[in-house]
């Protein structure tokens, strides 16, 4: 399916249907989600775009952006690093998480048509097969396109919107953080909110929402150090 091979998709320099500036955004993004860009590793805009064979406008308007949504730390003398993820400042990720995953999930057991609840279905069955494989870019994509899909459920463009800068970070996160342990574990939880919004039963999809973010929450801050490590 489209959704499936769109969660897989690494974005290119060059296509025509987007600006040039997105598509540096893009490109960049994914190299920091998928770890070709470490945490700590310094980004030289003039040396980014002799690579991508584009002027430094691009590349600076595309670090702008990654600094506002987390991916990007610029520091007066350093310039442009990769963000280091730390447990207290993703303690306010998941606190807004909690909240909007379950609201999403409610509404998404009130307001999916059937269309809907196959793409899930098919993200779901997807998931499972990365999961079995043991591919864990797969795995990362996967599993953040199936709670954007339930957002998208929800029907609520103002939700969806909020949302949307999140998913990069969530598949960044679960990249550097979830262990092979924790996908099966991911799967039958994804499998419950399935299950439960198919069925129309918006108290239970809130319920197992909010309970699937406070168990990775309490996983991965566990994971994370607490401060930057001392030079």
């Not at 969660?7 to 989600?33: F, K, M, N, T």
């Not at 670090?63 to 350093?78: D, K, N, P, S």
């Not at 098919?122 to 199936?146: G, M």
């Not at 607490?226 to 030079?231: C, D, L, M, T, V």
Request: proline share 4%; with cysteine.
């Amino acid at each position: 399916m489209e959704d499936i091979a769109a969660a897989r998709r690494r974005p290119s320099i060059g296509a025509a249907d987007r600006s040039l500036r997105d598509q540096v955004y893009e490109e960049l993004r994914e190299r920091i989600i998928e770890g070709d860009l470490e945490p700590g590793r310094r980004l030289v805009e003039r040396e980014i775009a002799a690579e991508l064979e584009v002027s430094r406008v691009p590349v600076r308007e595309a670090v702008q952006r990654l600094e506002v949504e987390g991916f990007l730390t610029v520091h007066a003398r350093r310039g442009a690093v990769v963000t280091r993820l730390l447990a207290p400042d993703l303690a306010h990720f998941f606190d807004v998480r909690e909240s909007l995953e379950a609201l999403a999930a409610g509404l998404a057991a009130e307001r999916a048509d059937a269309a809907g609840l196959a793409r899930l279905g098919e993200l779901l069955s997807a998931a499972h097969r990365a999961t079995a494989a043991n591919d864990a870019r797969d795995i990362a994509a996967l599993n953040a396109a199936f709670h954007a899909e339930i957002v998208a459920l929800s029907g609520n463009p103002m939700l969806v919107g909020i949302m949307e800068p999140l998913n990069g970070r969530l598949r960044w996160l679960f990249r550097l953080t979830a262990g092979p342990d924790d996908h099966p574990v991911m799967c039958r939880e994804h499998e419950a909110m399935y299950a439960a919004i198919r069925s129309g039963d918006a108290a239970e999809a809130r319920r197992l929402a909010h309970e699937h973010v406070v168990a990775t929450r309490a996983a991965t801050l566990t994971t994370l150090p607490a401060a930057e490590p001392s030079a």
